[in-house]
């Protein structure tokens, strides 16, 4: 079954440090992938996506991730993390259901603090 | 932009009780969601609908039931609130799938945070 990991549960981080949170899934095509961020107190928002293409992708807020088949992973990353990164962090994937719904497979998120 | 708004951001019932909570959006999506947000669980699908009438059970629908009457609403219903369904229930939305890729982007709400007592 189609599924995707995130293997840090919380991580920590000073202020203008660089940050890199995992995103492994298992596939058998070439995946769908989301990151998502949930701000405390707050629903998700989209941060990037990558369909097909350039395996690097950039989004929103400075974040960037990159798609590695060899390594079934999607990797978010920013070069200097800001105070106001702190946030939940989600990976997702969507699965195709009935009438052409695609639901979405979530990862179990990675809590990010970041240091003054 | 894409909104999608949740009827109430905290929400505090008793056990028993019939608890619903409503979900809207404005942008014409056909396809809507209802998730269970629990922590070191990630998110959870509970339910979606992908059109007017039409509704699917997700992964954990037992203690739930939703209505879809009109498309822009999809309401979630407690038919008997129990403790353990306290959590953060997120809606979401987005367009049916057209071949498009650059459209299967999910739009989440607020989400309403729900205690059960």
């Not at chain 1, 702190?86 to 994937?93: D, L, W």
């Not at chain 2, 699908?45 to 629908?61: A, Q, R, T």
């Not at chain 2, 822009?72 to 953060?88: D, G, H, P, V, Y």
Request: proline share 4%; hydrophobic share 35%.
């Amino acid at each position: 079954a189609q599924s995707v990991t995130q293997p840090d549960i919380h991580i920590t981080v000073s202020e203008g440090a660089s940050l890199e949170l995992r995103c492994n899934y298992s596939y058998g095509a070439t995946p769908y992938l989301f990151w998502y961020v949930q701000s405390p107190g707050q629903g998700l928002q989209l941060l990037l996506k990558y369909f097909s293409g350039d395996t690097l992708v950039q989004g929103i807020k400075g974040f960037e991730a990159e798609f590695k088949r060899s390594q079934s992973s999607f990797n978010l990353r920013k070069p200097s993390v800001h105070w106001s990164d702190a946030a939940e962090y989600f990976c997702a994937a969507p699965l195709l259901t009935s009438g052409s719904a695609r639901q979405l497979t979530f990862g179990s998120g990675t809590q990010l603090t970041v240091l003054p | 932009d894409v909104k999608v708004t949740q009827s109430s951001r905290y929400l505090v019932k008793r056990t028993g009780e019939k608890v619903f909570l409503e979900c809207v959006q404005d942008m014409d999506h056909e396809n809507m969601f209802w998730y269970r947000q629990d922590p070191g669980l990630g998110l959870r699908l509970i339910y979606f609908s992908y059109d007017v009438k039409m509704k699917e059970k997700g992964d954990i629908p037992e203690g739930y039931s939703v209505s879809r009457e009109k498309k822009e609403r999809f309401s979630l219903i407690l038919e008997s609130a129990s403790t353990n369904q306290t959590s953060m229930y997120l809606c979401a939305s987005k367009k049916v799938w057209s071949g498009h890729l650059d459209l299967e982007t999910q739009y989440f709400g607020p989400g309403t945070r729900l205690l059960v007592l």
